[in-house]
Antibody
Framework: QVQLQESGPGLVKPSETLSLTCSVS??????????WSWIRQSPGRGLEWIGH???????NYNPALRSRVSISVGVSKNQFSLKLSSVTAVDTAVYYC?????????????WGKGTTVTVSS | SYELTQSASVSVSPGQTATITCSGH??????TCWYQQKPGQSPVLIIY???KRPSGIPDRFSASNSGDTATLTIRGTQATDEADYYC????????FGGGTKLTVL
């Protein structure tokens, strides 16, 4: 079955850019049935959707983060990536990647295990 | 921006029925899904397209969505159902509810 695995630095300095990659196995990011999404969860808090990408490159972002977020897809490597610029302590969170239905329901049926990113000098 | 509101916590006795609600403007006009998240784990999709269960999710879990409220019902609640539950919908972006902590007393 499809599995997702996040990877990237666990520590990022304030004002720098957070960069994470989600590797997809058991399936293809080129599937037209799904978006590929990033979600985060700050310590003790709820889920916050960051954005998603379709394999053709179309993206949608959380309006609250749009000015700082970029999501890209690498079809040849079967992965997709997140960049979040100008980070501060409030960006400290567990970051998840997920597969999201593109059929109009936008439910996320496959999630990675999550990776913890701490913003600190 | 669109908001989904959930009660912070719900308590239920083992074997009883737990009801968790999610409210948003004209939520019934949108697809709603629900996730279960246990401590230290990733969320798990338990309901999609308002009332469908993914493979492997017990039929104790059911849901509905009408008007401004979506409802997740857990019948015969078990200790293993103790978790945080999140509703989610789409309105120009994916929106999550704030989550409801279900305690099985």
């Amino acid at each position: 079955q499809v599995q997702l695995q996040e990877s990237g630095p666990g520590l990022v300095k304030p004002s720098e850019t957070l960069s994470l990659t989600c590797s997809v196995s058991g399936g293809s990011v080129s599937s037209g049935n799904y978006y590929w999404s990033w979600i985060r969860q700050s310590p003790g808090r709820g889920l916050e959707w960051i954005g998603h990408i379709f394999y053709g490159g179309n993206t949608n972002y959380n309006p609250a983060l749009r000015s700082r977020v970029s999501i890209s897809v690498g079809v040849s490597k079967n992965q997709f990536s997140l960049k979040l610029s100008s980070v501060t302590a409030v960006d400290t969170a567990v970051y998840y990647c997920a597969r999201e239905a593109s059929s109009g329901s936008f439910d996320m049926d496959v999630w990675g295990k999550g990776t913890t990113v701490t913003v600190s000098s | 921006s669109y908001e989904l509101t959930q009660s912070a916590s719900v308590s239920v006795s083992p074997g009883q029925t737990a009801t968790i609600t999610c409210s948003g403007h004209k939520l019934g006009d949108k697809y709603t899904c629900w996730y279960q998240q246990k401590p230290g784990q990733s969320p798990v999709l338990i309901i999609y397209q308002d009332n469908k269960r993914p493979s492997g999710i017990p039929d104790r879990f059911s849901a509905s969505n009408s008007g401004d409220t979506a409802t997740l019902t857990i019948r015969g609640t078990q200790a293993t159902d103790e978790a945080d539950y999140y509703c989610q919908a789409w309105d120009i972006a994916v929106v999550f509810g704030g989550g409801t902590k279900l305690t099985v007393l």
